[in-house]
């Protein structure tokens, strides 16, 4: 197993916690972005620096995930498409997608999205993001090690 990580957007909490899983069970962790990010040495952790461009990192994470690897993105379209490869999916909030639930998720994000192309939304009307809370942390937390365990056994 891999760990995958769509690293352009993942807290730094999230990041920590990755790094002291990665180097507590030995899986590698693999952080994919579009410019470098600073990871400790470490023979479980790799940073993959992918050139600018649209969809450029989600690309080569589909094109590199294999059947049992864990991917770590908030990303519906790549969500699906690793899903369809055997791949596990969890975001920073400790959310897992799977087959059952992809496919709602990803028919809400296109509708939102031509409503944001047609200007039937108003962006006022769009929330952001909300802040990473303590809640998040411990559901990310939970979710990486029982994803992790449930492929490496000890």
């Known amino acids: 197993m891999n760990i995958y990580i769509d690293a352009d957007a993942i ?3 999230a990041k920590e916690l990755i790094i002291k899983t990665a180097n ?7 952080f994919v972005a579009n410019s ?12 993959v620096v992918v050139s600018q461009g649209f969809d450029v990192a989600d690309n080569y994470i589909v094109d ?13 379209p790549l969500a699906n498409d690793v899903l369809e490869k055997g791949a596990r999916v969890l975001t920073s909030r400790g959310e897992e997608f799977t087959l059952n639930n992809i496919k709602p998720k990803l028919n809400a994000r296109d509708f939102m999205e031509s409503l944001r192309g047609t200007n039937v939304l108003d962006p006022k009307q769009m929330g952001g993001q909300k802040p990473y809370s303590d809640k998040d942390k411990i559901a990310f937390a939970n979710g990486l090690n029982r994803l992790v365990k449930a ?3 000890t």
């Open 24 to 30: 507590r069970t030995g899986v590698m962790a693999i």
């Open 64 to 76: 590199n995930t294999q059947a049992g690897d864990l991917v770590i993105t908030s990303d519906i």
């Open 151 to 153: 492929k490496n056994p």
């Open 11 to 13: 807290p730094a909490i």
């Open 36 to 47: 470098f990010i600073k990871l400790p040495p470490s023979p479980h952790l790799k940073m």
